[in-house]
């Protein structure tokens, strides 16, 4: 039984992420994403303006006439999500967790796929793998992922991005999309992350609060770190300490863009209260773009 809270919760992403997907996504996810390769439709005769190229010649002896062939796009993609649920990922200051915006980006993702009549999967990691729900097509899958990453309980508190990596190149063979949706604050994944990036098409999504990367004047402030416990004590009041505080999270930021520009992968970078859509659609306009 799911409970009421989370079932509202569900229902209204539902309605607003597949508006956003009728509204705004419309034709954006098919040109950015194309199929895996071309497949062999029919033989049919020449037709004046058809391709020289494409005459089948065995046929064409045969029948004594030009007769050529005719391919179309073989469009069934797979997409899998690999969503962090650290602790770390319930935190936000901006009206939504930051795992609350990766459900959402999920959604609206899983919603445009399955109008493509493509297939979505998901696993979801913290220091382990938590759950994997093998891909699919249908909005009803659709919908238990957005339940699975809105309502899942991790076991876990830390972060393995190589180990979600390492695991899903072990699950999936076949050549898929995949949306790794993080804040990023685990180490040591360049590696496993270059290596999967040569057989599938990785995208990372990094999820930030704004309170991350700027810090306002309030006075002391206790921060915990969710991850690992542990506890500072923060003076906001003194300018220099926020001028710190501030030039580290864009260091960061920084950092991490030129980490995944070097290894050729795709960066979508997104604050909560972001207008998610509206980036979305920039970075499907820009793929297709570079495409």
Request: aromatic share 8%; hydrophobic share 40%.
């Amino acid at each position: 039984m799911i409970p009421k809270e989370l079932s509202k919760k569900i229902r209204y992403i539902q309605i607003y992420t597949s508006k956003k997907v009728n509204d705004v996504l419309a034709g954006e996810y098919q040109s950015a994403f194309k199929g895996a390769g071309m497949e062999f439709d029919e033989v049919r005769e020449y037709q004046p303006g058809d391709e020289v190229r494409s005459i089948d010649w065995n046929v064409t002896a045969r029948q004594g006439h030009p007769f050529v062939k005719r391919f179309h796009e073989e469009r069934e993609l797979t997409v899998m999500f690999l969503v962090d649920l650290s602790a770390s990922g319930q935190f936000g200051t901006a009206g939504q967790l930051k795992n609350d915006l990766a459900a959402e980006l999920c959604a609206l993702l899983s919603f445009s796929a399955v109008k493509s009549n493509d297939k979505v999967g998901l696993i979801l990691f913290t220091d382990r793998i938590e759950r994997f729900i093998p891909p699919a097509k249908s909005v009803s899958h659709a919908l238990r992922i957005i339940r699975e990453v809105l309502g899942f309980r991790p076991t876990g508190a830390q972060t393995d991005i190589a180990g979600a990596l390492d695991f899903l190149g072990r699950v999936i063979r076949k050549r898929c999309v995949v949306f790794l949706v993080s804040d990023f604050q685990g180490e040591g994944f360049v590696k496993p992350m270059r290596v999967l990036s040569r057989k599938h098409d990785v995208i990372a999504v990094s999820v930030s609060d704004p309170r991350e990367l700027h810090l306002p004047d309030v006075g002391l402030l206790e921060l915990e770190d969710a991850e690992t416990g542990e506890i500072v004590l923060v003076d906001t009041g003194s300018r220099a300490v926020r001028a710190n505080y501030d030039r580290m999270g864009e260091q960061q930021r920084s950092h991490l863009a030129n980490t995944f520009r070097t290894m050729d992968v795709d960066q979508i970078e997104l604050l909560t209260g972001d207008d998610y859509a509206k980036k979305l659609v920039h970075f499907f306009r820009r793929r297709e773009k570079r495409s």
